[in-house]
């Protein structure tokens, strides 16, 4: 279960690493990124955007790491909501079977 706190935390660190980077302050923006990465190491964005802060300072690597680590977090996203939508779609069924057999019960018991 995720923390309130840490994820404000995180949001603000992200919200000044954003307000750097519009400065193009870009090293003040990654130590921003990187503390926002620390309470919530998988947020997309802020890999992204620190990714961002490194290319503009010519470091490419450690952009490239960012990336592909962001690229990570944000496939394993889709594979938990595509999972998500199979189960949803699995328990409608469910339902709709319940559904069918309570209203011939339903049925049944009227005549």
Partial sequence: MEDPTLDA???QFKNKGNDE???ANYNK???????????????????????????EIKQ?????KDYKRMTREANKKVEQKLK????IR???KIIDKKNKELEEIVKSKKN
Avoid: H, M, V, W
């Fill in 90 to 92: 699995e328990l409608k």
């Fill in 60 to 64: 490419f690597q450690n952009a490239i």
């Fill in 29 to 55: 923006a990654i130590e921003y990124y990187t503390e926002s990465l620390k309470l919530k190491p998988n947020d997309t964005q802020s890999l992204y955007r620190r990714g961002r802060s490194f290319e």
């Fill in 84 to 87: 998500d939508e199979e189960y």
């Fill in 9 to 11: 935390k995180a949001e």
């Fill in 21 to 23: 980077f519009k400065r």
